[in-house]
């Protein structure tokens, strides 16, 4: 992974203690709430309804073991021992304190973690592939890219004050794992047929109260003038978004607004006005920061593993894990080993403070040093030897990590909700903790197959709602929690936005009416055909029929 | 009825006002019955210590089980907890006070909270 050098390290530092001086300004009451807010939230540090809460960066999804210790360690010292993977690959602390927060980005400092780009009108941590240096399916390395991106945005003193937050994704495979396509910018890294390798440029797509899949405005930018094209995109969005409605601000806006070809057309007329020379990468940056991510030091090893095999003979519970959890490496001999964070009854997206530091330990022993997140709110372990596999999995069932569930109807992508969020209407994580226990009979969720249950507290969307196969959206409905059901959205590369199936339910209907859901997918389905696939093929009339005729 | 409640600055903590100063516990909060200039004042006080407290507002309450409890779920998530870790928060102290809230029902949150619509 990248590594800091002496001025990433030293920006941390200065930045950390100058948010040290804000925070003693504010206490002493130098700085009033208004001015202050700005300054918290430039750092992470939100307050919710129990406490402030902090968010602190992944970027691109990926840790190494030490710094997984370090916000194990915070959970313990600061939280009451756990943290929350959000849906942007980052990691929220529910229960900070204002006094600790700097000493809280000191520690994180350490380990070259921080909290900036998480929260503000600025170019957020970019997502990317949680499978990136182990798909066999990548035609590059996609955190390379946003490696770049990260260093050219932090801080950015034209892109700090945008209209409105700006998030971008960054993919190299053609199956998506980072929902592209609903980002502010979505960039595909594809090979042309001369072997060049280009960008596909998404703009507009996001979720919220106005969900877009974003349109392309350019199928192939070379990839050396990745800077230059994004920066002409930001200019014009920066000029002509919207700053006097906040519902509005945001990127899709303007570009539904223009159109994708005018909007398209104005980057293409500010990006000729940019100096190549000055705004894009040079070549010998863009060597140091990937060799930074070359160096995985990976084994020849056979293709079949014999120790593995056997022990998957003997173990139906390690045949079930392989089959949800484990996917193909690039590299003979290697496994990518998903970890859920779905177990029944867990809160979706917790980890204890010990379940990090296990995944550590796993990571250094097993992992080659390397821990993903998920946009899914799981963790992965990306270059896992198949003859590591039993010892793993293993592991994995001692700290009750081992739930073979992804992508399954109980794999649920959950916001905080009501339980804690300071913009939620209802509540998200006890919705899912019911509907996850329709399908704690494993095999019946294995029959079920690929069913992405996506759930908000509220419209602005962090549960992803809109591009769920069933997608619910928690509503207040004359002061008591209701919850709109959606089906048919995709995040993936398949991206679409879900459409309302009818009049919202109430709590203690929902689960009852996605077991209802699934029972007719059952009954319409062709062959092995996902969930997704029969509500497109059948379309919304017998799923809603299903709902509301057992509803009434 | 209501209350007043804000968030301390210092860790974020709940709090309620009780005669000049601020509790952390609902149970312990004062009472103001439908004396909307008592209301306004203990505000205005809480407005005038920003290195004590932010966002101070009043809240409507209900009864319940011979308590009172906020009218607003919301409200009623904030006196106790969250309700997925039932050991977190407020509520982790247990108690009669503590039932009442969690036994009362009504409105998710757009009620409850007196001044939810700010006017600048």
């Known amino acids: 992974m990248y590594q800091y050098d002496a001025i990433d390290r030293e920006f941390l530092v200065d930045r950390s203690n100058e948010f040290r001086g804000q925070v003693q300004r504010r206490l002493a009451g130098e700085l009033t709430e208004d001015q202050f807010k700005p300054l918290r939230l430039m750092n992470g540090l939100y307050l919710q309804l129990h406490a402030y809460m902090l968010r602190v960066a992944i970027p691109y999804g990926s840790l190494n073991p030490a710094q997984m210790r370090r916000l194990a360690w915070i959970a313990r010292t600061y939280d009451k021992g756990y943290g929350h993977m959000t849906t942007r690959q980052n990691i929220q602390f529910n229960w900070v304190k204002l006094k600790d927060a700097p000493d809280i980005l000191d520690a994180l400092a350490q380990v070259d973690l ?4 998480t929260s503000g009108n600025c170019i957020r941590n970019t997502t990317s592939d949680p499978y990136a240096g182990a798909t066999a399916e990548e035609v590059d390395d996609p955190r390379v890219w946003c490696e770049v991106i990260r260093q050219w945005s932090t801080l950015h003193p034209e892109f700090s004050y945008l209209p409105r937050k700006f998030k971008i994704a960054v993919t190299a495979s053609a199956r998506d794992r980072t929902a592209a396509k609903v980002h502010d910018i979505g960039l595909m890294l594809r090979r042309a047929r001369d072997g060049s390798l280009g960008f596909e440029v998404i703009v507009g797509g996001g979720q919220g109260r106005t969900p877009h899949v974003g349109p392309t405005i350019k199928e192939h930018l070379p990839v050396g003038r990745l800077l230059s094209y994004l920066e002409a ?51 010998t940056e863009l060597a140091r920061i990937r060799g930074a991510f070359a160096a995985t030091p990976f084994e020849t090893l056979p293709a079949v593993s014999e120790p593995f095999e056997a022990a998957r003979a003997a173990s139906p519970a390690l045949q079930r894990f392989v089959r949800n959890n484990v996917k193909p490496h690039k590299k003979p001999g290697y496994a990518i080993v998903e970890i859920s964070l779905k177990a029944q009854g867990q809160t979706p997206g917790d980890a204890t403070a010990d379940q990090l530091d296990v995944v550590a330990d796993l990571a250094e022993r097993y992992g080659l040093n390397d821990v993903r997140v998920t946009h899914a709110q799981n963790l992965v372990l990306p270059h896992v030897k198949l003859d590591d596999l039993p010892a793993v999995h293993a592991a994995l069932a001692a700290a009750d990590l081992a739930t073979a569930n992804i992508d399954l109807a109980s794999d649920i992508i959950a916001c905080p909700g009501l339980d804690y969020c300071a913009l939620a209407n209802a509540r998200a994580i006890g919705v899912a903790q019911d509907i996850a226990a329709k399908f704690a009979d494993e095999d019946r969720a294995e029959t079920v197959g690929e069913l992405k249950i996506k759930i908000s507290g509220c419209i602005n969307a962090c549960g992803h709602h809109h591009v769920a196969h069933i ?40 689960a009852g009416a996605i077991d209802t859901l699934v029972e007719a997918y059952l009954g319409l389905r062709n062959g092995e055909e996902r969930f997704l696939d029969t509500y497109r093929r059948v379309g919304l009339e017998p799923f809603k029929e299903a709902v509301y005729v057992q509803a009434d | 009825m209501k209350a007043i409640t804000a968030n301390r600055l210092l860790d974020g903590e ?17 009472l103001f019955d439908n004396d909307d200039a008592a209301v306004e004042a203990a505000v205005a006080t809480g407005k005038g210590q920003p290195t004590v407290v932010v966002d101070v507002y009043p809240i409507d ?40 809230l969690r036994h009362a029902a009504g409105a998710a949150r757009s009620t409850g909270r007196v001044d939810l619509i700010r006017r600048k």
């Open chain 1, 114 to 117: 921080h909290a900036i780009q």
């Open chain 1, 233 to 283: 995109v930001l200019r014009v969005y920066n000029r002509h978004g919207r700053r006097d409605n906040i519902y509005k601000a945001r990127i899709k806006i303007l570009v539904a607004a223009l159109g994708a070809e005018e909007f398209g057309r104005q980057v293409e007329e500010e990006w000729a006005k940019i100096d190549a020379a000055r705004a894009d990468l040079p070549d």
């Open chain 1, 471 to 510: 997608g619910i959206l928690g509503v207040d409905k004359k002061g008591e929690e209701f919850y709109q059901l959606s089906l048919g959205g995709s995040g993936a590369e398949d991206a679409s936005i879900g459409k309302i199936l009818g009049p919202a339910l109430p709590a203690d209907k929902v």
């Open chain 2, 14 to 30: 709940v709090v309620f006002w009780k005669a000049g100063q601020w509790v952390d516990a609902f149970g312990d909060a004062q």
């Open chain 2, 61 to 100: 309450l209900t009864p319940s089980e011979g308590h009172w409890a906020p009218v607003s779920y919301r409200e009623r998530i904030r006196a106790l907890g969250p309700t997925n870790e039932p050991t977190h928060g407020k509520q982790a102290e247990g108690g009669e006070a503590i039932d009442a």
